[in-house]
């Protein structure tokens, strides 16, 4: 198999129109569809949908990727096995596949926002007391001692704004 | 080495807090205390960290290994010898005496 990766970008409104062409081509196995948030990549509010399809005998491969706001056309109806992806894509990201299937696929239905948008904020990382904010430089009688007010104070990977009350 | 445990070579920590700090899945907690100690010869007390407590929350660790990377005392280590199995989570909870590597515990 060729293992240099393809990757071409397609417009929102030819996604559909691409992948029939494709699987005319003969690009019939579906390996997978999975979105990624692009917000803090680049500032762009968008999402990028991802797909890879191959030929059967694997002698080559196409991923295709579109950058969306929140809907792109289901390809579900062309490749079923693809309904099981958007579903979890739509539920992660909140992403409409529109004709596709819309029943949640793991998630309670009372969970709120997509957890894997950068936008959601995470409940148990607001409210959970960071382990690393101990500081084992102060005594008891509440003197400092070392360089511990030097130390970030906020933990990695989360962002300032969740922190303010 | 199988990537079973993360063991804790107690008598190399010297309780910097920097796999609590990067821990991604907040597993780890660490309590420790600064004693002086006093050497011969020397005009001042020296500042040593003593470590009282080390635990790591096996029902969250997800074994990404980065406290052991990020360690710069090498006193985390993969170990062979997994965390129990059990239905309780409060087991999972494991601390200095049972955190040792395979052969001390």
Not at chain 1, 39 to 61: F, I, T, W, Y
Not at chain 1, 135 to 154: A, M, W
């Amino acid at each position: 198999m060729n293992r240099s990766f393809t990757w071409q970008p397609v417009e929102p409104e030819d996604w559909r129109g691409e992948v029939e062409e494709l699987l005319r081509q003969g690009f019939n196995y579906f390996d997978f569809l999975t979105g990624v948030d692009c917000e803090n990549v680049n500032g762009d509010p968008k999402c990028e949908v991802v797909a890879h399809l191959a030929k059967p005998d694997l002698s080559d491969s196409l991923f295709i990727y579109t950058h969306i706001i929140d809907e792109l056309a289901s390809i579900s109806d062309l490749i079923p096995g693809a309904t099981w992806h958007e579903r979890e894509c739509a539920e992660m990201f909140g992403i409409r596949f529109n004709g596709g299937a819309t029943q949640l696929l793991l998630r309670h239905e009372d969970l709120g926002q997509p957890p894997l948008r950068k936008t959601t904020v995470l409940a148990a990382r607001v409210l959970t007391p960071w382990p690393g904010g101990a500081e084992p430089e102060i005594k008891e009688d509440g003197r400092k001692v070392g360089n511990s007010s030097l130390r970030r104070q906020r933990p990695p990977g989360v962002p300032e704004s969740w922190l303010k009350p | 080495m199988k990537h079973a445990f993360i063991a804790l070579i107690e008598n190399k920590c010297t309780s910097c807090m920097l796999c609590v700090r990067e821990c991604p899945a907040w597993c780890i907690h660490l309590d420790s205390h600064t004693v002086d100690v006093n050497d011969e010869g020397a005009r001042r007390p020296r500042k040593v960290n003593v470590l009282d407590s080390f635990d790591i929350d096996y029902s969250l660790c997800m074994y990404c290994g980065v406290c052991i990377d990020v360690c710069p005392f090498d006193a985390l280590a993969w170990d062979e010898h997994r965390a129990l199995v059990t239905t309780n989570r409060e087991d999972m909870l494991l601390g200095i005496d049972e955190l040792g590597p395979s052969g001390n515990s």
